[in-house]
């Protein structure tokens, strides 16, 4: 069974099912991430709330509610007269452990680590009072609360919005990025952090490019990368020097200098970047293409998936609606093979690494969602993207920005403005499939097959 032949099915959706224009700003979800073990997801919006969900145990596949917490509340800074929004801009799941769970989340200026954990809160009853004597309270069943405490708390080293935050594979470590700079984190140490990247220039003025994105390597500490909004990716090692301004790699397509234009700077900005699991692979996210790169190629992507080049036509009016400055996240699957990314309409696509269409679909909880929609016979026509739809007919006020892959199993999770969609493949029967193919799926060889 080849992944192209593997049916997305819509499987659950959290959130209120008014209309989008009737929705609160900060109800949507900002954010979103499977834990290690898959078997919590937490999801942050922009009115600083944390949602955590977690698989049930009777229903296999199935999420429920688990916990909510605020996270951040609305700051001023008095010195610079700026408001701090309470928005969350990532989360991050710390390794499980045995006395409870523990996440990063972050606006633009703070980070905290959380500690959610089961508390045991007693309840006393008092006794009958027939005799007129003294009331001695009895003890009754504990329940279970669930609690959220911060652990710790890392401000005051952003002078600008922290874009990303990356967990290092030592597990003592972790960066934090915002336009400028990327910071080096030790858990045990929340006020000081060491700057490991500075691109900020002597004299503003002088500012050609931002950080977008940053991210440890799945497998060697030592090794990190971060993305900008000239579209390059840079391969840091910190082994090399305390400040990684000097990088290793450089991952960059030259641009074809005939089709320059206006917009080519703003459309060739990386909104996202990710490693493969097994760190050879990195994806990267523009607002027009997904592309993925060998980490021992530079020079150009292996393969370049062309998610919104349908739009090209729209790009002035997508400019003076902002919506081309819309930050598109990318996810790959745990075996490497597939990525995530999501469009306009409420639509995500998953291709394979060799850019095949796997599966485009719209996120809707309204009608049965057409699933397994595959470019032929749509993508040979122009005006058309992967979704299907032309320009002229797409929502751009529906949109999918944020998603996570589950870690072991073939399950996607979905922010479409304030729903959090669960999408699932649902497997044959074992009784269903041929001989041969039941050894396939016995030994593992389709990546997230065998695991689910």
């Given at each position: 069974m080849s992944d192209s032949n593997l049916q997305w099915n819509f499987s659950q959706v959290f959130g209120d099912k008014g209309p989008?224009?009737?929705?609160?700003?900060?109800?949507?979800?900002?954010?979103?991430?499977?834990?290690?073990?898959?078997?919590?997801?937490?999801?942050?919006?922009?009115?600083?709330?944390?949602?955590?969900?977690?698989?049930?145990?009777?229903?296999?596949?199935?999420?429920?509610?688990y916990s909510e917490f605020q996270s951040h509340e609305p700051e001023f800074d008095y010195l610079k007269s700026l408001e701090i929004?309470?928005?969350?801009?990532?989360?991050?799941?710390?390794?499980?452990?045995?006395?409870?769970?523990?996440?990063?989340?972050?606006?633009?200026?703070?980070?905290?680590?959380?500690?959610?954990?089961?508390?045991?809160?007693?309840?006393?009853?008092?006794?009958?009072?027939?005799?007129?004597?003294?009331?001695?309270?009895?003890?009754?069943?504990?329940?279970?609360?669930?609690?959220?405490?911060?652990?710790?708390?890392?401000?005051?080293?952003?002078?600008?919005?922290?874009?990303?935050?990356?967990?290092?594979?030592?597990?003592?470590?972790?960066?934090?990025?915002?336009?400028?700079?990327?910071?080096?984190?030790?858990?045990?140490?929340?006020?000081?952090?060491?700057?490991?990247?500075?691109?900020?220039?002597?004299?503003?003025?002088?500012?050609?490019?931002?950080?977008?994105?940053?991210?440890?390597?799945?497998?060697?500490?030592?090794?990190?990368?971060?993305?900008?909004?000239?579209?390059?990716?840079?391969?840091?090692?910190?082994?090399?020097?305390?400040?990684?301004?000097?990088?290793?790699?450089?991952?960059?397509?030259?641009?074809?200098?005939?089709?320059?234009?206006?917009?080519?700077?703003?459309?060739?900005?990386?909104?996202?970047?990710?490693?493969?699991?097994?760190?050879?692979?990195?994806?990267?996210?523009?607002?027009?293409?997904?592309?993925?790169?060998?980490?021992?190629?530079?020079?150009?992507?292996?393969?370049?998936?062309?998610?919104?080049?349908?739009?090209?036509?729209?790009?002035?009016?997508?400019?003076?609606?902002?919506?081309?400055?819309?930050?598109?996240?990318?996810?790959?699957?745990?075996?490497?093979?597939?990525?995530?990314?999501?469009?306009?309409?409420?639509?995500?696509?998953?291709?394979?690494?060799?850019?095949?269409n796997i599966c485009s679909t719209e996120a809707t909880k309204f009608r049965k969602p057409k699933t397994n929609i595959t470019p032929?016979?749509?993508?040979?026509?122009?005006?058309?993207?992967?979704?299907?739809?032309?320009?002229?007919?797409?929502?751009?006020?529906?949109?999918?920005?944020?998603?996570?892959?589950?870690?072991?199993?073939?399950?996607?999770?979905?922010?479409?403005?304030?729903?959090?969609?669960?999408?699932?493949?649902?497997?044959?029967?074992?009784?269903?499939?041929?001989?041969?193919?039941?050894?396939?799926?016995?030994?593992?060889?389709?990546?997230?097959?065998?695991?689910?």
């Open positions: 989008v224009e009737e929705v609160s700003d900060v109800d949507i979800v900002s954010a979103v991430e499977f834990d290690q073990s898959g078997e919590y997801l937490a999801a942050g919006d922009k009115g600083g709330r944390v949602v955590l969900f977690q698989r049930s145990k009777s229903n296999i596949g199935e999420y429920k509610f929004e309470e928005k969350i801009n990532k989360i991050k799941w710390l390794p499980p452990q045995k006395n409870g769970l523990f996440l990063l989340s972050t606006n633009d200026k703070t980070i905290k680590l959380w500690k959610v954990f089961n508390k045991k809160q007693m309840k006393w009853l008092n006794t009958d009072n027939t005799n007129n004597s003294i009331r001695i309270p009895r003890e009754n069943n504990p329940v279970s609360v669930t609690t959220a405490l911060i652990r710790k708390t890392f401000a005051n080293a952003h002078a600008y919005h922290i874009n990303s935050i990356s967990l290092n594979s030592d597990g003592e470590t972790f960066i934090s990025a915002d336009d400028l700079r990327v910071n080096l984190w030790n858990f045990a140490i929340s006020d000081q952090s060491f700057n490991i990247v500075d691109i900020k220039p002597a004299n503003m003025e002088e500012l050609t490019e931002v950080i977008t994105a940053a991210e440890f390597h799945p497998k060697h500490c030592n090794l990190f990368m971060y993305s900008s909004s000239k579209g390059t990716i840079k391969l840091a090692d910190m082994r090399t020097s305390a400040l990684c301004d000097n990088h290793a790699k450089v991952f960059e397509e030259q641009e074809d200098p005939s089709s320059r234009s206006f917009f080519s700077e703003i459309i060739s900005s990386i909104s996202d970047i990710k490693f493969s699991q097994d760190g050879r692979y990195i994806i990267s996210r523009d607002y027009l293409t997904l592309k993925i790169w060998d980490i021992n190629m530079d020079t150009k992507p292996v393969t370049t998936i062309h998610i919104h080049d349908h739009l090209r036509s729209k790009l002035c009016d997508l400019y003076e609606n902002d919506c081309i400055f819309d930050k598109f996240e990318c996810v790959c699957s745990p075996d490497g093979n597939n990525i995530l990314t999501g469009s306009y309409h409420n639509y995500f696509h998953i291709h394979d690494r060799q850019g095949k032929k016979g749509r993508n040979s026509r122009p005006s058309r993207g992967n979704d299907g739809f032309s320009p002229d007919n797409t929502d751009f006020s529906k949109k999918i920005l944020h998603l996570t892959w589950h870690p072991y199993d073939p399950t996607i999770a979905i922010a479409a403005a304030n729903n959090l969609f669960i999408y699932q493949v649902f497997l044959p029967r074992i009784d269903s499939l041929s001989p041969d193919l039941f050894i396939d799926v016995q030994f593992g060889e389709h990546g997230d097959i065998s695991k689910n």
